[in-house]
């Protein structure tokens, strides 16, 4: 039996901290103005939902576009901003707030086993998501405004109470989408859905009504969100069954993830070690601690001698953000 209650969870993950992207993406909005959808993804989505980060200062996005007209929607007033053509990304920074801009795209070849020589723009948060490390990195967040009438579509007789990870999971499994009911949050895995719902990388609000008025619905705890937005996960490689089973899984092939990039393997490593020591700080009952998935580990062995490829500066700053517990 997992243990809940309003303010942790010990296995299932913490919704709750959600409400905090939530004003991250409202700043975002405002300051790129546009009609595709902004994504929250990465480590800023990964920890809050581990309880690991309650409010991270340093966010990770994505949305559609082509990247020098998003550079020109960018409101830069009273911040710094710089943009690396290279590889697309544009940082802007507020405060001590730290946003990063990577438009969605496709990558191939890695001839040097660390960066792609081809760099494709896409419209398809799908395709995008297939060119990520780690499936727990590969969730994606954003939200909509919550509208009355969507509470009329949920039958509240099919309403399930929160019992244990496995129904839930299952749950997930059979439907590929499910929504929690006292937090406002649709989370899908099914990719049919995700590309009738992101078609060519923008909201289709018209879909939500469908998918709200045939999915599974759940209640987490007592405690019910008190929220103007519809919270919604984008959830395509299952990072959510392996947040709570606390399993380390390539995206795809781990073969492939790790000889197009050899630095993830060293990553992987530091991953699973810095996630274990932040889960263990709080000592709140007992903690399940996360492992390398099956097929990851024989891959991470198989493919160790690639890191030779990397650069050793590389290297001694993946090691160094062991021992200063960086957060990514």
Known sequence: MVLYSEFYILHMLFFDYLKHLDTHLGFLQKKIKDKHTLFLVWWCVRDPLLWLDKNPTDIDFTMAGEPKKIDKLIDKTWMSYFMTEKFWTMTLIKDTMKYELTPLRTESNYTDSRHPDVINRSNDVLLDSNRRDFTINCIYYTNTPYKTEYTSLIDKKNIHKYSDDETFLKRLDDHGYLYINNQKLLIIQDHKIIAKLFAEGK?????????????TVFTIGKKAEVSKQLKIIIDPHKGIHDSINKKLRAVGDPDHRF???A???IRAIRFVNVLNAKLLLPKKGKVKLFDFEKTTRNSIKKNHGLIKNVAKERIKEEVMKVFLNYKK
């Open 203 to 215: 909201l289709q609000a018209d879909q939500i009504k469908s998918i709200l008025k045939a999915a």
């Open 259 to 261: 000889t197009e990039d």
């Open 263 to 265: 630095l993830r393997i």
